[in-house]
């Protein structure tokens, strides 16, 4: 019989309870929410037209592709990642939809099915995937998720460098606990409306390959503090 105190055993427990506060709270938060999304959406609906939602395939746990689902905040959004065409395209409501990131309301559905996590490194575009080294891509060894350590540590403000550090540490040191402080600091961070755009950038800035701009920061736990 299995030794309930195993680390496995702990492991599993700790991911299932982390899958159930996942359901409770993203089905909570939809039917809270609810007069907020469609407030929001006939705002996207009025102002920029149809469609109301911004769809794009995402890289998701072991690689598995999904499609998440976020307020449009673009003019002429697409499936197409091209942030180069973020600044002309950015419209001022969906400025502030990305400022009080009410653009990521839909996302709970995301979180309720399964393709995501309410923490876990941001999933990325599809379009990224030749261009991740192997340890990189052990960023999709967990769900991603809504918020993650990168997220409350400069979220777009920071390089890949240090975004792929943040990720792999959360990684490696997943806990309940880890998640619960990250948890609190999203919503210090969204209050602050903190990292929302990479210097000299609109959004974020593309991902082209791991370049050596700049070094992984020796103390990449700091956010777990």
């Given amino acids: 019989m299995e030794d309930p105190y195993t680390p496995t055993s702990q492991a599993s427990v700790a991911s299932a309870v982390k899958r159930g506060v996942d359901v409770a709270v993203s089905a909570t938060a939809?039917?809270?929410?609810?007069p907020i999304l469609v407030v929001v959406a006939?705002?996207?609906l009025l102002g920029m037209g149809r469609p109301v939602l911004f769809r794009q395939h995402r890289i998701g746990r072991h690689g598995r592709e999904f499609t998440i689902l976020k307020f449009r905040s673009m003019a002429d959004g697409g499936d197409a990642f091209s942030p180069g065409d973020d600044q002309a395209r950015l419209?001022?409501?969906?400025r502030w939809l990305r400022a009080t990131s009410l653009d990521e309301l839909p996302s709970l559905w995301n979180i309720l099915r399964g393709d995501m996590s309410l923490v876990g490194?941001?999933?990325f575009p599809t379009s990224y995937r030749d261009l991740y080294t192997p340890d990189e891509?052990?960023?999709h060894d967990v769900r991603p998720g809504l918020t993650g350590l990168a997220q409350v540590n400069g979220r777009n403000e920071l390089g890949w460098a240090e975004r792929f550090a943040y990720d792999l540490y959360y990684v490696e040191r997943w806990s309940l606990r880890l998640d619960?402080?990250?948890l609190a600091r999203t919503a210090v961070a969204v209050l602050r409306r903190q990292g929302i755009s990479a210097p000299g950038a609109a959004t974020a800035h593309e991902f082209r390959g791991t370049a050596k701009e700049e070094a992984v920061?020796?103390?990449a736990g700091s956010g777990s503090r």
């Fill in 217 to 219: 920061p020796a103390t």
């Fill in 91 to 94: 419209t001022p409501l969906g």
């Fill in 42 to 44: 006939v705002a996207v």
């Fill in 180 to 182: 619960a402080r990250i």
């Fill in 137 to 139: 891509f052990r960023r």
């Fill in 30 to 34: 939809l039917l809270v929410a609810a």
């Fill in 121 to 123: 490194p941001r999933p």
